[in-house]
């Protein structure tokens, strides 16, 4: 099978080296790709905007198969254009892709189809919006309703703190983005991500992990894409990844298909497992990036037919075989992220690998033959243990032996489940 990869990231880096491992794969191209992905896959600079563009390489190269890793080109109608001109995709429809590209259009099929989530209502002015909240009170959660790169959310304390976060989006903190705003209820509780498949009628749950998306220890500081994750999350007992898929995701699947928007790819599930059970904080189509790496260490299963089973309508015909033991990433950043950062800062050293640890590349790129960071997320180390401190131990002794001076990481990452760990 020759596919092509769209992306550039950690979660694209770890893909691509689970897909370069399958038996299917006959070439593997990647765009734009970074130094990492090009160990696995032959990087092409396409202007991934361009649709015509793709579909023209696609035509060439004679491709079998495309995976789509980042959300923009989803909500841009990508996979759409792909399946018209006749290439399998894997990844949603622009119609499907708004599950992520707009907070007010899950909310509303969360209503439709009972699925537990925090209560809430669309505002598209200021006045409203803080009259509700006013009724509401504070803690409470304003969103900008569009994507805004994981910044569009506030979760207040305080109503001032909810009034003021109501002005920013409007006053167009968040561009077009925030041109509509969702106010939703507070949820109190454990947070966990679930990822699953489907093919618009079947769904194949993956694995569980937790995201932390503060840039600073003990969950301080700004929101960031995310600075490390582990997987499978403690907070997923299987009773409450059951509890999911029949409350949260089958009902998704169900009500996608029956509004005309039949969901095709990973559903990557926010939740907030609070004591009545676990409630949607929200949706995105693809897979989470750290959380990807995490998951794609532990998957013991061929990636690309699953991926391909998941394009093609043949889901009920595959299943996934995981490692029982956690894995867990640290992010490494440039100095500054998620605020502004030097670019083009040497990476001297990155340490061996071995079966049980590996760095993803995320910004990184190579300049006159040496490697330097270009992103703010530049680097995912991650490691196995037979327990997430062991695991935790691992990474961070990976992450010391990296000789990148502008790099910066959080120190503490899995401590939710190392506190479990320790009683
Ligand atoms: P989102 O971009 O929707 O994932 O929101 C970013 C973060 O805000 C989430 O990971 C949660 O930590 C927090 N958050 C969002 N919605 C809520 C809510 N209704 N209650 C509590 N925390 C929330
Ligand atoms: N790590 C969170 C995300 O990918 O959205």
């Given at each position: 099978m020759k596919v092509l990869l769209i992306g550039s990231g950690g979660r694209e880096h770890a893909l691509a080296w689970k897909i370069a491992q399958s038996p299917q794969l006959t070439k593997l191209f990647a765009a734009p790709g970074n130094p990492g992905i090009a160990e696995h896959a032959e990087l092409v600079s396409l202007n991934v905007e361009d649709h015509a563009a793709v579909v023209a390489f696609c035509r060439e190269?004679?491709?079998?198969?495309v995976v789509v890793g980042p959300e923009a080109p989803l909500v841009a109608g990508l996979a759409d254009d792909l399946r018209a001109a006749g290439f399998a995709t894997f990844g949603p429809s622009r119609?499907?892709?708004?599950?992520?590209?707009?907070k007010g259009f899950t909310k509303?099929?969360?209503?439709r189809y009972d699925i537990p989530t925090g209560a809430y209502q669309r505002f598209k002015s200021a006045e409203p919006a803080k009259a509700y909240i006013r009724a509401q009170g504070a803690p409470i959660v304003i969103k900008a309703d569009g994507l805004a790169a994981g910044k569009g959310v506030t979760v207040a304390m305080t109503e001032a703190e909810a009034l003021a976060a109501v002005d920013d989006c409007f006053d167009g903190a968040f561009g077009a983005a925030g041109a509509e705003v969702v106010v939703e209820a507070f949820l109190d509780g454990e947070e966990a991500s679930f990822f699953c498949l489907s093919d618009g009628k079947t769904a194949l749950a993956l694995a569980t992990a937790q995201d932390h998306k503060r840039v600073g220890d003990g969950d301080t500081g700004p929101n960031t894409g995310g600075m490390g994750a582990y997987s499978p999350a403690p907070v997923m007992t299987d009773e409450m990844v059951q509890r999911t898929m029949r409350e949260i995701i089958e009902p998704t699947i169900t009500g996608m298909a029956k509004d005309g928007n039949p969901f095709s790819g990973v559903f990557f599930a926010g939740l907030m497992i609070t004591n009545k059970g676990p409630e949607l904080i929200e949706y995105n189509v693809r897979f989470g990036d750290p959380e990807c790496q995490v998951l794609m260490m532990r998957?013991?299963?061929?990636?690309?037919?699953?991926?391909?089973?998941?394009?093609t309508g043949t889901l009920d015909q595959v299943t996934a075989e995981w490692r029982d033991d956690p894995a867990?990433?640290?992010?490494?950043?440039?100095k500054g992220y998620p605020a502004a950062y030097d670019k083009n800062t040497p990476i001297a050293f990155i340490p061996e690998e071995s079966e049980d640890a590996k760095v993803f590349h995320a910004g990184t790129a190579l300049k006159d033959g040496e490697l330097v960071a270009t992103g703010g997320r530049v680097l995912n180390v991650t490691a196995f243990g037979s327990t997430v401190s062991e695991a935790q131990v691992r990474a961070y002794e990976l992450v010391d032996a990296v000789k990148w001076e502008n790099g910066f990481c959080r120190r503490d990452i899995g401590w939710q489940a190392v506190a479990r760990e320790n009683g």
């Open positions: 190269q004679s491709i079998d198969f119609g499907a892709a708004q599950l992520e590209g707009s509303d099929l969360c209503a998957l013991k299963s061929d990636l690309l037919p699953i991926l391909y089973a998941t394009a867990l990433t640290v992010v490494l950043a440039s």
